[in-house]
């Protein structure tokens, strides 16, 4: 059974860092694609983050975090620094397989996803 599990959520003051994980099991993710999504309450989910063949930010994220992954494969890591309380959200990770995953930073295109950990900033 495939699971997705992340860590490393929390409050924080507006300026600070979190870096979040997402460990995978149950199968070998070396050649999947991963991603970051978010979604704050009222709001849809959001792409954040992804890497797939090459690293994808979004605008509103780009420069302040960084998308990486260990060399399994099956654990992901999302340093995020100056965060902003526009940053406050769920943030959950994703896998989908790299040949299938198109566009990355369309949520449906992902099969596995963890359950999320609310990071909150506070200003």
């Known amino acids: 059974q495939v699971q997705l599990v992340e860590s490393g959520g929390g409050l924080v003051q507006a300026g600070g860092s979190l870096r979040l994980s997402c460990t995978a099991s149950g199968r070998t993710f070396s050649n999947y694609a991963w991603a970051w999504f978010r979604q704050a309450p009222g709001k849809e989910r959001e792409f954040v983050a992804a890497?797939?063949?090459?690293?994808d930010y979004a605008d509103s994220v780009k420069g302040r975090f960084t998308i990486s992954r260990d060399s399994a494969g099956n654990t992901v890591y999302l340093q995020m620094n100056s965060l902003k309380s526009e940053d406050t959200a769920v943030y959950s990770c994703?896998?989908?397989?790299?040949?299938?995953?198109?566009?990355?930073?369309?949520?449906?295109?992902?099969?596995?996803w963890g359950q999320g950990t609310q990071v909150t900033v506070s200003s």
């Open positions: 994703a896998a989908g397989p790299r040949t299938m995953v198109n566009p990355i930073r369309v949520w449906t295109e992902y099969d596995y």
């Open positions: 890497s797939v063949w090459s690293d």
